[in-house]
């Protein structure tokens, strides 16, 4: 009949008039996400994290134009042959290639990475300059890592007063401890799939860390409009107007996952294709889970979060019960 | 709320809702906020008391909705309808007191619920302290509001009584109520849609719509002009006073159609001559090396050399450089982060070769001097090669140790012994030369250096203790040093073919005897003496820097990861744009220019940046744009979603688009400001390729704002004040083309 089309409720919730009840059923959030976090503790206790040579130290080699035919037993042979043990080696690129990635050699650049790189250019009879080697010393790994976990808090700190000057101190707790929830469960995907923590997942956690607050403080944001009016004759409780105002930012929160995940997702896809090219693949795959669980979280977890602690406000609660009383008085 | 005067296209009422359940209960919107004496009466416990109790009377009666929802709209509009008409604030805002209370009455009965309505007003005024003037306005405009015997007797009461007509909804019949039983509830079950146009040029109108038709219902006012849109905003005409406070109301960040086309232009002239500019001078990114290959190189102090002093850690690094110099690298970067010392290296394929040379100690020597030669000397082009090629021979390697040579010391070498970084070295002409001997002991049999107070106790010196064979021969050597007078009593101390230092063998040193125990060497203060010390220690580079990290990138590598991280770009953009269109229409394809415009100016500003502040490029980087992206999106995104908002409250498209803009925009400042703060976090604490990271996402986050101001914001405005573009269905900013029909069921 009209541009309008047919009213169905995916049609109501693309157009933002769903009116779906969050905070009314945040028990039930709680239990989804407290499972989801143990779940992803457990995997980090049984499974534990696979670093990267980033942080342990290591030797990693990529061979380029082999001309010889060899398997990935004959290039770990040639390993144990110079006393390299723990070594994984991998055919790539339909025999031209291979990767090889061996524990600390002694010095970055020393001797033994030399030997290793001559013996693998022998088995392969690639050109020793066509072996592009990347050596990291334990310490350089241990100081990214501090570093990074130095940023971390001093990120943190810098948006608890952030929020708490812009907002309120409750609306820092709930976002901090939206943003501790989807840190584990980001950390509990890479423990139970098995994913390599490289340099580049920490870049990535980092940012899901700043993009999972991005999201929470754009809702907060919404929730301080909606309940700013809270007095007598608002006749609507607190939890009631910040389900309001998740409903009313639903869209926009889900559209702008979609809008974050289609470039990252691509992103993972022509990354994943791209022998060597680590970085990218890596960043692609945290941001695509941490973005994924920061939407889930600022909807679930942050609002309801803020809704608990607010109802600890003496001001907020009487308000509450002088609603609930006179709506209860008046059935 | 105040601008809800006019109408969208396809008929949003004035202050009301359109479909159906969309404003079912009327939100303090913060707009709304702004009417002081409504919001007193709002506050008032027992006014808000016996609302809630005349809607429970009348639901239990079987009369439609009378909640605070019709109070606050009656109250809205009734002050709309007078505020547009540009009658005097304080009286728009009595009315809007007069329509909250208007159905008061109704907590005693609903008979005559005006009369006993207007009682319980006074009462409420009084306490609230409102001049007796006004509380008569308030009370007659209550008093006179019902059908059966309502009178216009002012303009409170007028506005007032319109604005009670005008409510007539599907929403307000209630649950389960029977259409075949009640007028009101038949006349309002049939309307899905219905405004109050008031047009201050000619007359008032009251419009409806009958459920099943876009066509203005001819059988509810027949006398209706052609529904025109775009209603002269009152202060159009001249006739009419415009109250002061309106002309603040129209949005905090309010601007008329020329002030954002010439955003517009101006915005597109800068990002122009930005291009222009890059184009003219054929500038390109700087790629880092993962994306064009070569051999990075991370450099640390070794452990156990206690405190590391920064600026000696320069002086390293600018060792370091000289002999990468000797490279050939087209351009090679050495910086210090921190402690971290990082040496990139493009385009060069052999990493054990530069391994080689940053991990090399430094060549120190010491030798006779034969004889030293000024440049006013005037045999000073005459000996030896020129100082300029020497300084090339020199990177090539160390000067033979058996052989006579010349060498060269710049001035500041013979000040202050170690070059400073932030000097510029002074011309090559100007430097002394030095006839020199062949090499005597050499910096591998130095064990230690020291800096201490000399004999004298007066000046200070630098110890020297050699190894058992290096302290026998540099015996000798000072014993017959010591028999010589003038240069040839002087032994060069020479590091990486410049010499440093040249200083004569004290003269108490007895001739024959020469200095036992080690060496010492007289400097002028503390600072030279340690500096010194330092340099003979280690024997090399001030500061004993162990290799840490060394990657490899091959050249194709490197490309076929620019392309990768250039199509991921591009795709992400491409599917983003497809989404927004989808669910935006028109105004998604605004959202999509927004994205290519955001896109251009990054591409431009790192190119820029590599230019000015040598900013390089790395794969992290293209990964931070590409998160950029969504984040990019995401403002276009809150635009259009509080754009709907405000239509929903029954903005019209102009004002909307203003207010949107207002409140999207404060939003998207809040949510940057955190990103941003990542990134800067990020960027100063981290290291390694995080940084690279850090600062492209910090430096979009703020193109993001900046193309939100401008940009996206005269874009969408420009789009809203063109009425043929802005009422024309495929763009999208109708109400109809979001805001859903009623659902099918109800009807039956």
């Known amino acids: 009949m009209s541009a309008q089309g047919k009213d169905t409720a995916l049609r109501r919730f693309l157009n933002g008039e769903g009116d779906y009840a969050f905070i009314s059923r945040s028990r039930t959030w709680l239990i989804v996400s407290l499972a989801i976090i143990a779940l992803a503790g457990a995997a980090l206790l049984v499974r534990g994290l696979d670093f990267a040579i980033d942080f342990t130290g290591g030797t990693s080699f990529l061979v380029a134009g082999a001309t010889e035919e060899f398997t990935s037993a004959d290039l770990r042979e040639a390993m144990t042959d110079l006393g390299i043990t723990d070594v994984t080696a991998q055919v790539v690129e339909e025999g031209q290639g291979a990767l090889v990635s061996t524990p600390e050699l002694g010095e970055v650049g020393g001797e033994a990475d030399r030997a290793a790189t001559a013996a693998l250019a022998e088995v392969t009879g690639a050109d020793p300059v066509d072996i592009d080697r990347q050596a990291v010393g334990p310490r350089w790994g241990q100081q990214v890592t501090d570093q990074a976990l130095l940023a971390l808090v001093v990120f943190l700190g810098l948006v608890v007063v952030y929020i708490t000057l812009r907002f309120e101190w409750r609306m820092a707790v709930a976002a901090l401890v939206t943003l501790l929830h989807d840190v584990v469960v980001t950390i509990g995907v890479y423990a139970l799939v098995g994913f390599e923590v490289s340099p580049a997942s920490v870049i990535a956690l980092l940012t899901i860390l700043g993009y999972s607050l991005y999201d929470t403080v754009v809702v907060f944001d919404r929730v301080t409009e909606e309940t700013g009016a809270l007095g007598a004759s608002e006749n609507r409780t607190y939890g009631e107007l910040a389900n309001g105002a998740l409903n009313a930012v639903l869209v926009r929160s889900l559209s702008t996952s979609v809008t974050s995940l289609l470039p990252v997702g691509a992103l993972l896809v022509i990354g994943a294709q791209l022998l060597g090219a680590d970085t990218l693949a890596d960043l692609a795959l945290a941001l695509f889970i941490g973005m994924g669980v920061g939407t889930y979280s600022s909807i679930f977890v942050a609002t309801p979060l803020l809704v608990w602690l607010k109802g600890r406000d003496p001001e907020v609660a009487e308000h509450t019960e002088r609603l609930l009383a006179r709506r209860g008085g008046s059935v | ?748």
């Open chain 2, 1 to 748: 709320m105040a601008e809800a005067h006019a109408t969208t296209p396809d008929g949003v009422p004035v202050g009301g809702r359109t479909a159906e359940g969309v404003e079912q209960e009327v939100r303090p919107a913060p707009g709304r906020a702004e009417i002081p004496l409504l919001d007193a009466v709002r506050s008032h416990e027992r006014a808000s008391a016996f609302i809630v109790a005349c809607d429970e009377f009348l639901d239990a009666q079987g009369f439609t909705e009378h909640g605070f929802r019709h109070a606050n709209l009656v109250g809205h509009i009734a002050f709309n309808v007078l505020t547009h008409l540009g009658r005097d604030p304080r009286i728009a805002e009595l009315a809007a007191v007069a329509g909250y209370l208007h159905d008061i009455g109704n907590v005693i009965s609903r008979a005559d619920h005006g009369q006993t309505g207007a009682l319980i007003a006074y009462d409420v005024l009084k306490e609230l302290d409102v001049a007796p003037a006004d509380m008569a306005l308030i009370m007659s405009a209550i008093g006179n509001h019902e059908e059966q015997y309502g009178q216009s007797v002012s303009d409170v009461s007028a506005a007032v009584i319109l604005a009670d007509k005008s409510d007539v909804h599907r929403s307000r019949v209630r649950k389960g109520a029977s259409i075949v039983m009640d007028i009101h509830d038949r006349v309002n079950y049939a309307v899905t849609q219905s405004f109050l146009r008031v047009d201050a040029e000619h007359h008032t109108h009251a419009r409806a719509r009958d459920r099943h038709g876009d066509q203005p219902g001819p059988r509810v006012l027949r006398d209706l002009p052609r529904a025109h849109d775009h209603v002269p905003p009152c202060r159009a005409d001249p006739r009419l006073p415009v109250p002061h406070h309106r002309q603040r109301r129209a949005g905090p960040l309010a601007m008329n159609k020329g002030g954002l086309l010439a955003i517009l232009v101006v915005f597109l002239l800068a990002v122009g001559g930005l291009w222009t500019t890059i184009l003219v001078n054929d500038w390109e990114p700087q790629l880092g090396l993962d994306l064009q290959g070569g051999v990075s190189l991370t450099l640390e102090p070794a452990p156990g050399q206690g405190e590391i002093d920064l600026e000696v850690l320069d002086q390293t690094v600018e060792v370091i450089r000289n002999r990468v110099d000797g490279l050939g690298v087209a351009e090679p970067e050495i910086a210090r982060q921190g402690e971290t010392v990082i040496v990139q290296l493009p385009g060069v394929a052999d990493q054990a070769q530069a391994e080689d040379i940053v991990q090399e100690t430094a060549i120190l020597q010491f030798r006779r001097v034969l004889r030293e030669v000024r440049p006013t000397d005037p045999d000073y082009d005459e000996v030896g090669p020129s100082c300029a090629e020497l300084e090339e021979e020199r990177l090539a390697g160390p000067p033979p140790a058996d052989e006579e040579v010349v060498l060269c010391q710049p001035p500041e070498a013979e000040a202050g012994l170690v070059d400073d970084p932030e000097e510029e070295a002074s011309p090559t002409e100007e430097w002394t030369k030095f006839e020199l001997g062949p090499v005597v002991v050499d910096g591998g049999n130095v064990e230690d250096a020291s800096a201490r107070v000399g004999e004298t106790g007066l000046e200070w010196a630098t110890t020297l203790d050699f190894d058992a064979e290096g302290e026998e021969t540099f015996r000798e050597f000072t014993a017959e040093l010591a028999c010589e007078q003038g240069d040839l009593r002087r032994l060069a101390i020479v590091l990486d073919g410049l010499v440093e230092s040249a200083p004569p063998v004290a003269p108490e040193v007895p001739c024959g005897e020469g200095i036992a125990g080690g060496g010492q060497i007289s400097v002028a203060s503390q600072q030279e003496a340690e500096d010194l010390a330092l340099v003979l220690r280690a024997g090399a580079l001030p500061i004993q820097l162990d290799l840490e990290q060394s990657l490899s990138v091959s050249p194709t590598l490197g490309a076929e990861s620019l392309e990768a991280g250039l199509q991921a770009g591009l795709i992400g953009l491409v599917l983003v744009g497809a989404y927004l269109i989808v669910l935006y229409r028109g105004i998604g394809a605004a959202a999509v220019a927004e994205l290519a415009m955001f896109g251009v100016i990054v591409a431009g500003a790192l190119i820029v940046l590599g230019q000015t502040i040598g900013f390089t490029l790395t794969l992290a980087g293209i990964a931070g744009i590409i998160v950029s992206i969504g984040i990019a999106a995401d403002s276009s995104i809150i635009y259009r979603e509080r754009y709907r908002d405000e239509i929903r409250k029954g903005r019209t498209i102009r004002t909307a688009a203003e207010h949107a803009f207002s409140s999207a925009f404060a939003t998207n400042l809040t949510g940057n400001t955190v990103s941003f703060l990542a990134a800067a976090v990020l960027y100063i604490l981290a290291v390694g390729p995080v940084r690279g990271f850090a600062f492209t996402l910090g430096l979009a986050t703020l193109i993001d704002t900046l193309l939100f101001a401008t940009f996206t914001r005269s874009l969408f405005g420009w789009i809203a004040n063109t009425p043929k573009l802005a009422r024309a269905k495929w763009m999208g900013l109708t109400a109809q083309t979001f805001v859903s029909k009623p659902v099918a069921k109800v009807q039956r």
